[in-house]
């Protein structure tokens, strides 16, 4: 079980958003590329970027900082990127420069031809970002829920060959209320692709909960204003998450 910390970007500096309110951001550094070297050396096995400028402008924005950070974790683990992804130049840019794996989320609903052209050109690396709010997927940064069921939208991206869906409960986001666990696995149970949770990862308690559900398809959850504010302690939530799985 994968316990992934989250860098999100705004502005050139690392921030959390409650409930992807742009307006409602507090910063926790102004280096992101220390910030990412920070969870390498306390055990992160793996990282999330978002380009929260970015998902809401349709491009990317913070490419500078996000350099920064692979710059800084070199070839240590593998980071996945989210944010305004919507052209294969972009993918190709991002692959190029050190990313291991790009998350196509509002691009992938609104333009499901352009995923399907993703996955056909790098095979592997893409993964696709669903954000729902009472099981109904939500685009543009969260500010529009749409009509799509998660569990048909995640069948039909699973058929186009994405590698992974990074799911997140938006009700939870950045709330510290705890996973949705049960909408989590009912997502997993319904595919045969990963499933990483992202939202509401408060303490180790939601620890204990993912690593039971490991074997229906759910292989990491994503953390960010708990680690931050220190709800939970990174190292010993990875080392809980390993020492769990192996028993």
Not at 238 to 246: F, K, M, N
């Amino acid at each position: 079980m994968l316990i992934i910390p989250a860098i999100d970007l705004k502005d050139g500096h690392c921030v959390r958003l409650k409930q992807g309110l742009m307006e409602d951001a507090t910063v926790f550094s102004e280096d992101p590329g220390a910030m990412a070297r920070h969870w390498v050396d306390q055990g992160g096995k793996r990282l999330h970027l978002v380009d929260l400028n970015g998902a809401f402008a349709g491009k990317p924005v913070n490419e500078g900082a996000i350099k920064a950070i692979v710059q800084a974790v070199g070839n240590d683990i593998p980071i996945q990127l989210g944010g305004g992804i919507r052209d294969l130049e972009t993918i190709e840019r991002y692959l190029d420069n050190g990313i291991s794996y790009v998350i196509v989320g509002t691009a992938a609903v609104k333009n499901p031809g352009f995923l399907h052209e993703a996955c056909y050109a790098f095979p592997g690396q893409i993964m696709v970002g669903l954000d729902a709010k009472d099981g109904k997927v939500a685009v543009d940064g969260w500010s529009k829920l749409t009509g799509h069921d998660v569990i048909d939208l995640a069948k039909k991206f699973e058929d186009y060959g994405v590698e992974a869906v990074v799911y997140t409960d938006i009700g939870r986001d950045g709330m510290l209320t705890g996973v949705n666990i049960e909408a989590t696995v009912a997502l997993a149970q319904a595919l045969t692709i990963p499933v990483i949770a992202s939202g509401g990862v408060t303490n180790l308690d939601d620890v204990h909960r993912l690593v039971a559900v490991e074997s229906e398809g759910v292989i990491g959850a994503i953390t960010g204003r708990a680690i931050y504010e220190g709800t939970l302690n990174f190292t010993e939530a990875q080392s809980l998450a390993d020492e769990l799985s192996r028993a």
